[in-house]
């Protein structure tokens, strides 16, 4: 399976978030391909967007961010929930997509992988991958023969983010109509 390029993830966010569906995320764990069709998305929309931790500046934990595309970007939420997002745009603008749910190929113990704290643990990502390219082969999305059109994305508020002031209503949640595993209602 053909991964996808870098200049994929170089695109504009909310367009990355939409043709992520449909696609495979690939985990290398100890020799064994694990996989799943990424059925669910969010957008972060650079640093103005006030629901994304970019908004806050360069820190530690949000330095991946503002790094090239295609990068991956892993972050600890309620001290517990590890949340998986693939950095897009250009070097030096924040932005990337939370990979919110799968339809399981394959996954680490049979975990089903809807919501973002399920999905990495079925494919077993935490903080140690976080800055790690899509281009390796520890963790990558490839390319699917889905064709997924417009007409079968819907789109919907991101979850979790009330505090975001007008970025709060955004419709930046994407997710793929013909799949029934994904983490909040449609």
């Known amino acids: ?73 892993v972050y600890l939420i309620y001290g517990m929930y590890y949340c998986f997002n693939i950095v897009t745009e250009r070097e030096g603008y924040p932005s990337a997509v939370l990979i919110r749910s799968c339809q399981p190929i394959k996954t680490y113990k049979k975990i089903i992988p809807v919501g973002p704290g399920k999905l990495c643990q079925a494919f077993r990502i935490d903080k140690k991958l976080s800055g790690v390219s899509l281009a ?4 990558w999305v490839a390319k699917s023969r889905l064709k997924i059109k417009p007409k079968d994305i819907s789109k919907a508020k991101r979850v979790g983010v009330d505090y975001a002031g007008v970025y709060r209503n955004k419709e930046w949640r994407y997710f793929y109509n013909e799949s029934n595993l994904v983490s909040r209602s449609k």
């Open 1 to 73: 399976m053909k991964k996808l390029p870098k200049f994929f993830y170089q695109q504009n966010t909310r367009k990355v978030a939409q043709a992520l569906l449909g696609h495979f995320l690939c985990r290398k764990i100890n020799g064994q391909i694990y996989r799943g069709i990424i059925t669910e998305t969010e957008a972060y929309c650079g640093p103005q967007d006030r629901a994304s931790h970019a908004s806050r500046g360069i820190t530690k934990r949000t330095e991946v961010m503002f790094g090239p595309a295609g990068r991956v970007y």
């Open 136 to 139: 390796s082969n520890k963790i």
